[in-house]
């Protein structure tokens, strides 16, 4: 079935400093893939998507590429804020899918 | 506008026991999805629901079933607690066909002792 592996953490990060947290995935056909975001105590927010093929997806500075030829998605920043400390999830939907598949997380801490 | 509400936000049941748990979607929405969220990892779906009858399932016994009601509302019960369902369960809402626009809960954080 479908699935997601992403880079195992904890990562600690000083502030502006890049950020990258692989993603790849299984699944037949083209999925869409997603980032999602949780910061402590709140639910998960959508970060970015990508629909096809070398769509790249962007926001609040975070930015991913759906590569289909490596199965991946990773995640990138350029230069992290003490505020985007939080766990990172990478999901899929598979096609004619109503549900998302998730990575285990990987939680990002931020240093001032 | 609100978004999703789940309650309670903590319960502690023990095994054996039954629970339910409580999800209004957010306004404007008609699907719900549950998901339970093991401590470190990701969540997983257990299933969503649609025009009040479930329209797709994961990988989780019949001891885990749900319901929707006409207010969209959904309740996710589950029978025969074990000690490995302890976990976070967050509710999904969504409109129909919009694989895109999930928004979550904050969940239901469920300790079996």
């Known amino acids: 079935g479908d699935s997601v592996t992403q880079m195992e953490g904890p990562v600690t990060l000083s502030e502006e400093a890049c950020l990258t947290i692989?993603?790849?995935?299984?699944?037949?056909?083209?999925?869409?893939l997603f980032w999602y975001v949780q910061y402590p105590g709140e639910g998960l927010q959508l970060l970015l998507k990508a629909t096809k093929a070398d769509d790249k997806g962007s926001n609040k500075g975070f930015e991913a590429t759906y590569r289909k030829e490596t199965t991946s998605f990773h995640l990138e920043k350029g230069s992290v804020q003490v505020s985007d400390s939080a766990v990172y999830f990478c999901?899929?939907?598979?096609?004619?899918?109503?549900?998302?598949?998730f990575g285990a997380g990987t939680t990002v801490t931020v240093r001032a | 506008d609100a978004g999703v509400t789940q309650s309670p936000t903590h319960l502690i049941k023990t095994r054996g026991q039954q629970v339910t748990l409580r999800c209004s979607p957010k306004s404007g929405h008609d699907t719900v999805s549950w998901y339970q969220q093991a401590l470190g990892q990701g969540p997983q779906f257990i299933f969503q629901?649609?025009?009040?009858?479930?329209?797709q399932r994961g990988n989780f016994p019949d001891r885990f079933s749900g319901h929707q009601f006409p207010n969209y509302s959904s309740e996710l019960n589950v029978n025969a607690l074990l000690l490995g369902d302890s976990a976070l369960y967050l509710c999904?809402?969504?409109?129909?066909?919009?694989?895109?626009?999930?928004?979550f809960g904050s969940g239901t954080r469920l300790t079996v002792v």
């Open positions: 692989n993603c790849t995935y299984t699944a037949t056909g083209y999925p869409s």
């Open positions: 629901y649609y025009e009040e009858e479930e329209r």
């Open positions: 999904a809402s969504s409109l129909a066909g919009a694989l895109y626009g999930y928004t």
């Open positions: 999901a899929l939907s598979g096609v004619n899918d109503y549900k998302l598949s």
